[in-house]
């Protein structure tokens, strides 16, 4: 089992508690989001470090500018540090030459972008927020979806996820 060290903005935790009814441990949810992900990729390394961070509009539209030359708000953001064959070869290194540690990237969230989410599909702030964090992991471990191939695939895992940690509608 791989060692989780999740830098969870606290904006995120508020965020969840104060849009639910039922008193949730969102960190429990992320923990368990990456573990499977992991899991399911294969990838086993001793410690594991990922960024989940929360972001205004006005923030994550720059950002998205900056980064992806799109002008306009999007919902979540993931800025991994290795694309798919990196992480491939990590994780099909020798014993010798294993790493012991790795950062995987940064999420960020716009907080009132899946609130606008939640209540136009009418899926609720805790599923739409672990889908957000779920979709993000997953491109931090080389998935994408401009393909439609891979896009497919990448939804596979998605709904894997989000049927192993019980986030349905709701």
Excluded: W
Excluded at 99 to 113: A, P, T
């Amino acid at each position: 089992m791989n060692k989780l060290q999740i830098d969870l903005d606290k904006k995120v935790v508020d965020f969840v508690k104060e849009n639910t009814d039922e008193d949730v441990d969102i960190k429990k949810y992320v923990d368990d989001i990456v573990n499977i992900a992991l899991s399911k990729t294969n990838v086993n390394i001793d410690t594991i470090y990922i960024s989940i961070q929360s972001a205004t509009k006005l923030k994550i539209k720059r950002l998205n500018k900056e980064y992806r030359n799109i002008d306009r708000v999007t919902d979540v953001l993931s800025f991994p540090v290795f694309d798919r064959d990196e992480l491939e070869n990590i994780k099909n290194a020798d014993e010798e030459k294993k790493f012991k540690e790795i950062e995987l990237g940064d999420i960020v969230l716009c907080l009132d972008v899946i609130k606008e989410q939640a209540k136009t599909y009418d899926t609720g702030i805790l599923r739409e927020t672990l889908y957000m964090i779920t979709h993000g992991v997953c491109h931090l471990l080389g998935f994408d979806h401009i393909e439609e191939e891979e896009k497919k695939e990448m939804r596979n895992l998605e709904e894997y996820i989000l049927e192993k940690i019980g986030a349905f509608k709701k």
